[in-house]
């Protein structure tokens, strides 16, 4: 079956930090692969998506590249601020129905 | 500028007592979803329709209903709330189904507490 397994939190990092949220997937077929975010008290925004192999996909300084060899979809950022403490999704689409991982946490800390 | 709206943000209700929430968007989507997402969990969804035509996920409680009056509104329905229907709960739109890529917009989502 289809679904979506991402990195544990919570993550605490220092502003400017690297930040790396590990996605892995399985899929039949060709999922569309998303990154969502949710700040707290909000609902989820989409935050970048990659829709077939080695997309990639990028929006406010994150990454994600679509890894078919790896089924991965892992979300990067160069260097983090506080703005961006928030949960984070990866997220899968494939025939009609989606599938989100549990989430993971950030705070990003002055 | 909001274009999936969910009203209240807040709901509290007595266990037992029906309460409905409501979504409306400004996008003109055809697939409206109902997700219910409890604390530290990813979203869970509960339905969505495409037009018209109502998808009930297979291990919704009976306990939900939904109505879409018109292409704008859709509401969820919680006949008996228990105490473990405390949540969020989001609604999402979508142009079309989800093949191909296509983009699920969420609202703010309102947060339900059974008292």
């Known amino acids: 079956g289809n679904s979506v397994t991402q990195m544990e939190g919570p993550v605490t990092l220092s502003e400017e930090a690297f930040l790396t949220i590990n996605c892995t997937y399985t899929?039949?077929?060709?999922?569309?692969l998303f990154w969502y975010v949710q700040y707290p008290g909000e609902g989820l925004q989409l935050l970048l998506k990659a829709t077939k192999a080695d997309d990639k996909g990028s929006n406010k300084g994150f990454e994600a590249t679509y890894r078919k060899e790896t089924t991965s979809f892992h979300l990067e950022k160069g260097s983090v601020q506080v703005s961006d403490s928030a949960v984070y999704f990866c997220?899968?689409?494939?025939?009609?129905?989606?599938?989100f991982g549990t989430g993971t946490s950030l705070t990003v800390i002055p | 500028d909001a274009m999936v709206i969910q009203n209240p943000r807040y709901q509290v209700t007595q266990f037992g007592k029906p309460v409905t929430l409501s979504c409306s968007q400004t996008?003109?989507?055809?697939?409206m979803y109902w997700y219910q997402q409890k604390s530290s969990q990813a979203p869970k969804l509960l339905f969505h329709y495409y037009d018209k035509d109502f998808n009930n996920e297979a291990d919704t409680p009976d306990n939900f209903q939904s109505r879409r009056p018109n292409t704008s509104f859709c509401f969820l329905d919680i006949r008996s709330p228990g105490l473990g229907d405390a949540a969020m709960y989001l609604c999402?739109?979508?142009?079309?189904?989800?093949?191909?890529?296509?983009?699920?917009?969420f609202g703010a989502g309102t947060r339900l507490s059974v008292l």
């Open positions: 997220a899968l689409s494939a025939g009609n129905q989606f599938y």
């Open positions: 999402a739109t979508s142009r079309a189904r989800l093949a191909g890529g296509n983009i699920q917009y």
């Open positions: 996008l003109n989507h055809n697939v």
């Open positions: 899929a039949t077929g060709y999922p569309s």
